[in-house]
């Protein structure tokens, strides 16, 4: 896709030589913009003439999964041994009504990138559970008027899961053929309290900060007016490009868990599929191998900032002692989470149910009443046919 990705013109051609020397088959590579590629692969599903192997935003999965436009790779990957190199969040983004449709690409995850020297000067500690980070926030707030301590952005709706899984809440949940939101439990709302709360009570954030996507968080970091922000693996390096100048005073830690540790932490990116109608089932399996597994999934982890998507590769970036990156790697391997695989989840992204929760309690809304609406638009789309 593009849009996100790096260019990827040297990977390509590792790719296609790899492939032909395996094969003897050639790989056509087409990209195409992410606006533009779910309803292309849709398309496809009926008229045949879509690619024989797809980039899948993980969120897609399970949609694509049940309207019969991928193929079961099932066996395929128990056969080859990748089941057991999965890590369970992609695995379970890929899982429809128990089978697999998918195998994780690449992926990332969020976690607190912060200024070390700040912390360094004003004689703070890494936060290591949630209590902490308040305090943090609030020592921020006082020492660093010209900071935002860590700004709360209205738009980036997934930066609240560690917060709401790590009360003990959750998105929502499947029972037969219903789904039913949990956005509105008393465990979602003490997270989602907490989160909103380092905002609204403490004051960690600014007004505008309330219809900030991740993009914003960045920019206000990488100019210096934010002390920490939540971010992903990939954004690292990206604000070192900015500024040069931040290179030795970047630090990142997982969130932390309220009483400890790590919060579950969301595991997205991007599966690879084959689709039902490809007429050349075994060669699409043998690309979807060689490209995540091995020493072409390390180097487009490389070349991309993100993370391959088995075990074994995500080690070699956790155990880097000297890698910004290693937090979110440790994070993804001891608490990485999928969102639920209900195949009408893309269509609530879309009516961006999560974004407008969020822009509402930051914005003054009480977490009971935003909650309620929220959850109210997720159960009643999850459960469109």
């Known amino acids: 896709m593009k849009g996100t990705n790096p260019d990827s013109s040297g990977y390509y051609n590792a790719l296609k030589s790899a492939f032909k020397s395996k094969t003897g088959a050639t790989v056509n590579i087409t990209e195409v913009e992410w606006a533009d590629a779910h309803d292309k692969l849709v398309r496809s599903f009926a008229s045949g003439d879509g690619p024989d192997v797809a980039e899948i935003g993980a969120?897609?999965?399970?949609?694509?999964?049940?309207?019969?436009?991928?193929?079961?790779?099932?066996?395929?990957?128990?056969?080859?041994?990748?089941?057991?190199?999965?890590?369970?969040?992609?695995?379970?983004?890929?899982?429809?009504d128990g089978k697999q449709y998918g195998v994780g690409w690449y992926a990332g995850t969020r976690g607190i990138v912060y200024r070390k020297?700040?912390?360094?000067?004003?004689?703070?500690?890494?936060?290591?559970?949630?209590?902490?980070?308040?305090?943090?926030?609030?020592t921020l707030k006082q020492k660093e008027p010209g900071m935002a301590a860590m700004p709360i952005a209205g738009a980036s709706q997934y930066a609240a899961a560690p917060f709401i899984w790590g009360a003990g809440g959750d998105f929502a949940t499947q029972s037969g053929s219903k789904w039913t939101g949990h956005l509105d439990s008393a465990a979602s709302r003490a997270g989602l309290s907490f989160y909103t709360g380092l905002a609204t009570k403490d004051g960690s954030s600014t007004a505008g900060a309330s219809t900030w996507?991740?993009?914003?968080?960045?920019?206000?970091?990488?100019?210096?007016?934010?002390?920490?922000?939540?971010?992903?693996?990939?954004?690292?390096?990206?604000?070192?490009?900015?500024?040069?100048?931040?290179?030795?005073?970047?630090?990142?830690?997982?969130?932390?868990?309220?009483?400890g540790g790590i919060a579950p932490t969301l595991v997205g990116g991007s599966n690879l599929a084959t689709m039902a109608r490809s007429k050349n089932q075994d060669l699409d399996w043998q690309l979807i191998e060689l490209m995540t597994t091995g020493a072409l999934a390390k180097q487009f982890a490389e070349e991309s900032s993100f993370f391959p998507s088995t075990k074994s590769g995500l080690e070699s970036f956790a155990n880097n002692p000297n890698s910004l990156t290693a937090p979110f790697a440790k994070a993804m391997l001891d608490e990485g989470r999928a969102l639920p695989s209900a195949p009408q989840w893309g269509a609530a992204e879309g009516k961006k149910i999560i974004p407008q929760m969020l822009q509402s309690i930051l914005t003054g809304t009480p977490v009971d009443k935003a909650t309620t609406t929220a959850n109210q638009q997720l159960t009643a789309i999850l459960n469109e046919s």
């Open 213 to 259: 996507k991740e993009t914003d968080l960045l920019d206000a970091f990488t100019k210096g007016k934010a002390a920490m922000v939540i971010q992903g693996n990939w954004t690292p390096k990206a604000a070192v490009e900015a500024d040069p100048t931040l290179k030795d005073k970047i630090g990142a830690f997982a969130i932390p868990g309220k009483d």
């Open 59 to 96: 969120t897609w999965n399970p949609e694509f999964a049940s309207a019969g436009g991928l193929a079961d790779l099932t066996a395929k990957i128990q056969s080859s041994g990748l089941g057991n190199q999965e890590l369970q969040a992609l695995k379970d983004s890929a899982t429809y």
């Open 117 to 138: 020297d700040i912390f360094a000067k004003d004689g703070i500690k890494v936060p290591t559970n949630w209590a902490e980070l308040e305090a943090t926030v609030k």
